[in-house]
Each structure stands twice: as structure tokens, then as C-alpha cells.
């Protein structure tokens, strides 16, 4: 059988494109990898807690980058890394919606420590996991640093945020989910 040349035309340039964004897709994944490591380096180097509870964490879920803007209506999202044993193991993004009194726009990182192998099952078998619902949720202060141990951070997940740039003004209700990008 033979095939005609504008079928094999199709599919040649299907598979090139397919594997073309295949390719795009990998080179991302690499350069998101990158930045979340370098976001992370710049955590630590920041807060003494974070380190203290990565050196028992079983996963580190972290976002480099978060945009978030909006008035009136607005809308947050990113994407990031999850690390096992200083490996990046997948990729997940970030997004949500507010609705309020608000104005402007700003980035900022996140980095989510999660101590039980329990609640880092729970973000792997989620089909989305809604930031408030599931594990118990610490957002960690500069002032908590003084009170980090590798014997107080054991239970929950821990959530550092830094790196915040740019002016948001406002009261809003907020959303935030996280799903794993296949």
C-alpha cells in the first residue's frame, strides 16, 4: 500500500511539531528547574529556617516565580518544582482568582516544605490541591527562624514566602489551587 504524498506530507509535519514542542516543552521544564534551584539557594540563604527544615523535609515544592494583579477582579498564578532528595521529581503550577477591594500588582516566591511523607501523598494524588484544604498549612515568619529545630518542624506543611516585588493595595477573598502539570 501506498501512501499519498500529501498524507505523508501531514504526517511528517505533525511528527516534526510534535516533537519540536516536545523539545520546547523539555528546554522549559529545564529552565524552570533552574530558577526554582536558584530561588530556593536564595531562601536559604535568607532565612536560617528553611533550611533547618529542608534537611528533614520530605519534599520541597517551590515557586519562583508568582504574578499576581488585579482591580476589582484579580488573578495570581506560576508554576514551580517539586524536589525529592535534591531532585526535581515534577512540575506544577499555581493559579487563582480574588475579588475585592484591591489595586496593582506584584510578584513574589513560595516555597512549601512538606514534612510527612502523608501530606506529600496527598499533593501527588490531588487532582489539585486547594491551598487551605487537606494537610495543615504553616506560613513561616521571619520570626519564626528563632524557633525552628529539626525536632519542632516535623508535622504539616510549611509555607515561606519571599521575594515579594511590586505594590498590591487591598482587601480580597483569595483562592489559590495547585496542580500538577502533566
Avoid: C
Wanted: hydrophobic letters at 45%.
Amino acid at each position: 500500500m501506498t501512501v499519498p504524498l500529501g498524507v505523508f506530507r501531514l504526517i511528517l509535519a505533525t511528527t516534526t511539531l510534535v516533537v519540536s514542542l516536545h523539545g520546547t516543552a523539555a528546554a522549559a521544564q529545564s529552565f524552570l528547574d533552574q530558577d526554582a534551584k536558584a530561588a530556593l539557594q536564595s531562601l536559604y540563604s535568607t532565612s536560617p529556617a528553611a533550611k533547618t527544615l529542608a534537611e528533614t523535609a520530605r519534599g520541597i515544592l517551590i515557586f519562583p516565580v508568582i504574578t499576581k494583579a488585579g482591580f476589582i477582579v484579580g488573578a495570581q498564578g506560576g508554576e514551580g518544582v517539586l524536589f525529592e532528595k535534591g531532585k526535581s521529581v515534577a512540575h506544577y503550577s499555581a493559579g487563582g482568582g480574588t475579588l475585592g477591594m484591591q489595586a496593582g500588582m506584584q510578584s513574589y516566591a513560595y516555597a512549601l516544605f512538606f514534612m510527612t511523607d502523608a501530606d506529600l501523598a496527598y499533593l501527588r494524588r490531588s487532582d489539585g490541591w486547594s491551598l487551605g484544604v487537606g494537610p495543615n498549612l504553616v506560613v513561616a515568619t521571619s520570626g519564626a527562624a528563632k524557633d525552628f529545630s529539626t525536632t519542632t518542624g516535623r508535622q504539616g506543611v510549611y509555607a515561606f514566602i519571599f521575594e515579594q516585588k511590586g505594590l498590591m493595595a487591598g482587601v480580597a477573598l483569595a483562592g489559590q489551587k495547585i496542580s500538577r502539570i502533566r
